[in-house]
């Protein structure tokens, strides 16, 4: 089993660019989750997915959108690149009324 | 006050010896406690959950305190490879997981 991956590892965008960040796990997990983790500051929830089909904002949604049409997939859209979303994103999943969240190995993204 | 608060460090301890240090949390009707262990430029990975009796898990042990609402993390024997940031997790509003900022250990030889 591979996990929990992220596509890609490392990215750098200008202002205003847009881009997708893919999450995919192949543990049959319902619950599937969005991080970005930034210095001196703990893990943020962007969005959140229960299952299939079904989204929900987390503390830090503003400028961020989320899919997920598969159960194993859960994308991160940025529509418009600002500075501020700089960060590294972290994508987890869990198992329906289990606590414990299995993350990915990341993505660091640039935006200048 | 936030969620859950922790002093992020450094905490640097020789090798062989002993390092505890706490994590404090405001929403007195929190029910779960978890430690998660993230390495330098790594994911977190749950080292162990924290139950009201407190735990142990080889040479970590884990406790909570309700009345004074923290909970601490005490590595014994250090080694170093115990050198990374150790994440204080609580469930809080919504039944989401609160993360603290994380203290950092480094095990010095």
């Known amino acids: 089993n591979a996990g929990v991956t992220q596509t890609p590892k490392f990215r750098v965008l200008k202002t205003g660019q847009s881009m997708t960040l893919l999450c995919a796990q192949d543990m049959n997990h319902e619950y599937m989750y969005w991080y970005r983790q930034d210095p001196g500051m703990g893990l943020r929830l962007i969005h959140y997915?229960?299952?299939?089909?079904?989204?929900a904002k987390g503390e830090v949604p503003d400028g961020y959108n989320v899919s997920r049409l598969k159960k194993q997939n859960f994308l991160l859209g940025l529509e418009s690149a600002a500075p501020s979303q700089t960060s590294v994103y972290f994508c987890?999943?869990?198992?329906?009324?289990?606590?414990?969240?299995?993350f990915g190995p990341g993505t660091r993204l640039t935006v200048l | 006050r936030k969620e859950v608060e922790q002093d992020p460090g450094p905490f640097n301890v020789p090798e062989g010896a002993t390092v505890a240090f706490n994590c404090t949390y405001s929403?007195?009707?929190?029910?779960?406690f978890f430690w998660y262990r993230q390495d330098c430029r790594k994911e977190p990975k749950l080292l162990m959950s924290v139950y009201s009796s407190g735990n142990e898990d080889g040479r970590f042990t884990a406790q909570l305190n309700r009345a004074s609402q923290y909970i601490s993390l005490l590595i014994r024997d250090s080694k170093l490879s115990d050198s990374a940031t150790y994440l204080c997790?609580?469930?809080?509003?919504?039944?989401?997981?609160?993360f603290g900022k994380g203290n950092q250990v480094v095990v010095i030889p």
């Open positions: 997915s229960v299952g299939e089909g079904t989204t």
């Open positions: 997790v609580v469930i809080g509003g919504n039944n989401r997981l609160a």
């Open positions: 987890a999943s869990g198992l329906a009324g289990k606590i414990e969240q299995f």
């Open positions: 929403n007195s009707a929190s029910q779960s």
